[in-house]
């Protein structure tokens, strides 16, 4: 199913479509299938830095509440919460069916996380499922 639009689930704007994700123009978080926020772990620094969804990457919108849970901006049911890789610190918005909502500045918190444990990039020829990305999000093996 392709989809054409998208709506924020933090702040109901239109949100625009990357080849990476989809970036909210306002509150600045970002929507991913589980494939596209596999295909971001794998890139550089610098390849993210001047992709379009940069301007997610650095924690710069203090005003926008995060305490609330968000729908599935595909499918409208409340997405669930839950501590990436358990003990990273960062809680992610996540759908089973369509993927995951990152706040503006959490997409960095994970890279950062996973560079500094012993988690692990995923591999360049690890193919994307949801099944591998179930494994990252709480640790452990498939």
């Known amino acids: 199913m392709s989809i054409s639009e998208l709506d924020c689930p933090r702040c109901a704007k239109l949100m625009n479509r ?10 600045e978080g970002c929507w991913f299938a589980f494939e596209q926020f596999d295909r971001v772990l794998r890139l550089s620094d610098l390849e993210l830095k001047s ?16 305490e609330h849970h968000v729908k599935c901006p595909q499918c409208e049911l409340r997405m669930k919460r839950h501590v990436y890789l358990l003990d990273s610190g ?51 093996k498939v």
Do not use: N, Y
């Not at 990357?18 to 509150?27: A, F, H, I, Q, V």
């Not at 992709?51 to 995060?66: A, M, Q, R």
């Not at 369509?98 to 997409?107: A, C, K, S, T, Y």
């Open 90 to 140: 960062v809680t992610v918005d996540m759908c089973r069916e369509h993927g995951m909502w990152l706040d503006d500045g959490e997409l960095t918190k994970i890279r950062d996380f996973l560079k500094e444990s012993d988690a692990q990039f995923p591999e360049a020829d690890e193919e994307p499922s949801p099944k591998t990305f179930f494994r990252r999000l709480f640790g452990g």
């Open 51 to 66: 992709s379009e969804i940069e301007p997610t990457l650095e924690f710069d919108k203090p005003g926008v509440s995060v």
């Open 18 to 27: 990357t080849k990476l994700g989809w970036l909210c123009p306002d509150c």
